[in-house]
């Protein structure tokens, strides 16, 4: 019994040194985290594997059209009606939830979308597996998270770490997970995330191959051979894959708005999308689903249509995947963009080619590799993700100059043509996004209740001038709230600088009331302001200090000394994460 009691108290002690330590309990979760959020991606691998395996067989006919409109209606129900979760690829979300809601997620959202795209992709539909994984790792790190009563930041980075463990077990790319997650995720690199993060990324990679197999997603025999011309003739790919970039993104945007505006129930939006991806599939059954055979054609050089075909097969890929995605159906654009960037390359090879016979190119193949990194790097504008990205799931390591070139160049072009990524320009244009370490970040993570400061005394509006001179004898106030005295409601502010010609003038005194001297058209503020929002207010009134009023009553002051205050401790905090 003594032995039995020692080891628990043994037991209690270390637990108790490692959630002592903010490191130590992230890293002895990641792993957890990595893993379930790895087990998440196979199992959603190996269902789309399945339905497209079972549709295949019946893509010829001529009614077959109406699968996927039937796929993508019955994931925008399952997602909107019974989950009553909103349509989307995910990311956006995970990253919302991130920068201002310290990395909160729903636990249904760990598999939500995975049903929504499974149904979605799975159908025929133009989209990838890669979002609905983010999310659902995302969401299951931040429940396990709560589960185990963590702190916010250390919430944060398991959110991270789930997101990343999907990625890398997807793609069986753990270098591609963690550099995704920092990159996007995230969006700064911090000592206190990357390792967690990377033992997250390798569980879940871990998970797949051992589910799987250790395979390389687009495995090729294709021996490439990169030469001071291919170099040169990459700058062709940065303009191409920028171009085919910002289209794509804008034809996703346009087309979402375009699905908004149509007065059509939310369950029949994604059937429409879904019926005119499946009237393009009958012509061109290449731009159905994840388009992993073509990618796989395009690298190994036996991809057989066209130039001609080659450059409808882009718009059309372009359109079926706005198409999807744009009309409420589930999944993510990683897998499009893939698609579309060896398209991109390849016609370029074969227009360069045609142009100039004598030019002593690589094959076609390493081409497609090239418009591969532009494409992911241009539409995330992630450049880093789309090199390692590419690299891992192809092999591709002799291309590896010109994939720096191309994806840094291309990410860079978008950035200044573009406000955001794809992923964060719905927050964008909703004014939800913070980037990290900007004021508007560091002051969402606090809130107006934090700092209100409820000691300030306030007078009754009908108190005099001269018993007021009283009370401002004894006080170090710069500012008085005024309240009515029956009810408490507050009436306006007295402001000391602005009252002193009344102060001095003894025939005032008992002539004048508190409430006729106050400021009535001062701001006031919620507990819920943001104070991004509360400084600005300041600024623009020559104010220090402003009220905080809920329902009519005075509830006590914001400062600005105190904001600043608490700014400055907060970024000291997130700058040592």
């Known amino acids: 019994m003594m032995k039995h009691s020692k080891y628990i108290q043994a037991v209690q002690t270390k637990w108790a040194i490692i959630r002592s330590d903010d490191r130590l309990i992230v890293i002895a979760m990641a792993g957890l985290v990595g893993a379930c959020s790895g087990l998440a991606a196979v199992a959603l691998n190996r269902t789309l594997h399945y339905l497209s395996d079972m549709f295949q067989q019946v893509h010829h006919h001529w009614w077959a059209f109406a699968i996927p409109a039937v796929g993508a209606s019955f994931s925008a129900i399952f997602l909107n009606h019974v989950l009553h979760e909103r349509a989307g690829h995910g990311v956006p979300e995970v990253v919302y939830a991130v920068s201002r809601h310290g990395g909160l997620l729903r636990f249904r959202s760990s598999f939500s979308r995975l049903v929504s795209s499974c149904l979605t992709i799975g159908s025929g539909g133009s989209a990838g597996p890669e979002a609905p994984v983010v999310i ?25 770490c789930g997101a990343a463990g999907a990625i890398a077990s997807i793609f069986n790319a753990p270098i591609t997970g963690l550099v995704f997650t920092v990159e996007v995720i995230l969006g700064q690199w911090q000592a206190f995330n990357v390792i967690p993060i990377a033992i997250a990324a390798v569980a879940g990679t871990e998970v797949s191959r051992l589910l799987q197999g250790n395979q390389i997603a687009f495995a090729h025999q294709q021996h490439f051979v990169v030469n001071i011309v291919d170099i040169a003739a990459s700058f062709g790919v940065v303009f191409v894959a920028t171009v085919v970039s910002v289209l794509l993104g804008r034809l996703l945007n346009g087309m979402h708005h375009v699905a908004e505006r149509t007065p059509l129930p939310g369950w029949v939006r994604p059937a429409v999308g879904g019926a005119a991806v499946g009237i393009i599939g009958l012509q061109l059954p290449l731009v159905q689903g994840e388009g992993y055979h073509a990618i796989l054609e395009m690298i190994q050089g036996s991809f057989h249509p066209g130039i001609l075909l080659a450059a409808v097969a882009i718009g059309a890929k372009m359109v079926a995947t706005a198409l999807t995605l744009g009309w409420g159906g589930s999944g993510g654009i990683f897998a499009p963009s893939l698609m579309i960037g060896g398209l991109v390359g390849l016609f370029y090879h074969r227009a360069l080619t045609w142009l100039i016979p004598s030019a002593a190119l690589s094959n ?20 880093l993700t789309a090199i390692f990205l590419v690299v891992e799931i192809t092999g591709g390591y002799a291309v590896i100059l010109p994939l720096i070139i191309v994806s840094a160049l291309t990410s860079t072009f978008c950035y200044y043509i573009e406000p955001g990524s794809f992923y964060l320009r719905e927050l964008i244009e909703k004014g939800q996004y913070m980037p ?41 106030q710069h500012v008085f709230p005024v309240v009515a005295r029956d009810t408490s409601r507050y009436l306006g502010l007295v402001l000391i600088h602005r009252i002193r010609p009344y102060l001095f003038d003894r025939q005032m005194r008992g002539m004048l009331f508190v409430e006729q001297i106050m400021e009535h058209d001062v701001p006031t503020v919620k507990s819920d302001d943001e104070l991004s929002h509360v400084l600005e207010v300041m600024e623009d009134q020559g104010l220090d200090a402003l009220p905080v009023v809920e329902h009519d009553q005075f509830i006590g002051m914001v400062s600005k000394a105190t904001l600043l205050d608490r700014y400055r401790k907060e970024l000291i905090v997130q700058a040592g994460m």
């Open 136 to 160: 659902s790792g995302a969401a299951l790190g931040s429940n396990i998270a709560r589960m185990f009563a963590l702190r916010e930041r250390q919430r944060i980075v398991l959110v991270g």
């Open 436 to 476: 990290p370490g900007t004021d508007a970040r560091i002051l969402s993570d606090l809130t107006v209740g934090e700092l209100v400061e409820t000691g300030h005394a306030h007078v009754p509006g009908d108190t005099l001038l001269s018993e007021f001179i009283e009370i401002l004898q004894y006080s170090n």
């Open 364 to 383: 076609e193949g390493c081409f497609a590799l090239l418009g591969m990194a532009g494409l992911v790097g241009g539409i995330l504008q992630a450049p």
